[in-house]
Structure formats: structure tokens, C-alpha cells
């Protein structure tokens, strides 16, 4: 798979510019236009980075054949939220939203 391809589809697949995508992944614009500059691949961490700001997973990313989901700000702020829950908050959360 070629990463950088991966993050222009992914990124031109919501209409984002590179600015955007940087601002979404809490990057530098430079750092991402050095990448394909350079043709160097970015280190996890970016990646990482990539993947939050694009709310997918890493292994949604490296999973070519998947139909890509984009999320909006306010789905990834609960998703951001859910990953700061304990176990038992989440549980009391699914309670919460089953009851509704």
C-alpha cells in the first residue's frame, strides 16, 4: 500500500485541502506537504495523528477494500469523550442511551 496515496483518498474522499487535514490532525501543514515532497512516509505518530483527525482507526486505514466513514466533529467529540470513560462510565453510558 502506498501511505501517501492512502492519505490524499482518504482526505480528498471529504473534501479536505491539505490545510484542512492538518488542522483536523493537529499538524503542521508543513510537515504533511514535506512528506510528499520528500516522498517520505510519516511516522506512526503522525499516522496516528492522520487517523484521529480523520476519525478512522489505523487498521480502517491499511484496509484498502473497506468503504471509508467519515465522521463529523461532533460524532468524533463523543467518540474522543468515550475513550476517556472508565469501564464502569461506559457501561452506565450504554445504559443511558438503550434507555432512551
Not at 501511505?3 to 499538524?27: D, F, H, N, P
Not at 467519515?70 to 450504554?94: D, H, I, V
Amino acid at each position: 500500500m502506498n501511505v501517501l496515496k492512502r492519505i490524499i483518498q482518504l482526505r480528498t474522499e471529504r473534501g479536505w485541502s491539505e490545510y484542512q487535514l492538518a488542522e483536523a490532525a493537529e499538524l503542521p501543514q508543513s510537515t504533511i506537504s514535506s512528506w510528499y515532497r520528500k516522498d517520505m512516509l510519516p511516522s506512526i505518530g503522525s499516522l496516528e495523528k492522520i487517523c484521529r483527525g480523520l476519525g478512522i482507526t489505523m487498521s480502517r486505514f491499511f484496509d484498502e477494500n473497506d468503504e471509508s466513514v467519515s465522521l463529523t466533529s461532533e460524532q468524533r467529540r463523543l467518540l474522543n469523550g468515550w475513550e476517556r470513560l472508565t469501564p464502569r462510565q461506559r457501561e452506565s453510558m450504554l445504559f443511558f442511551l438503550e434507555s432512551l
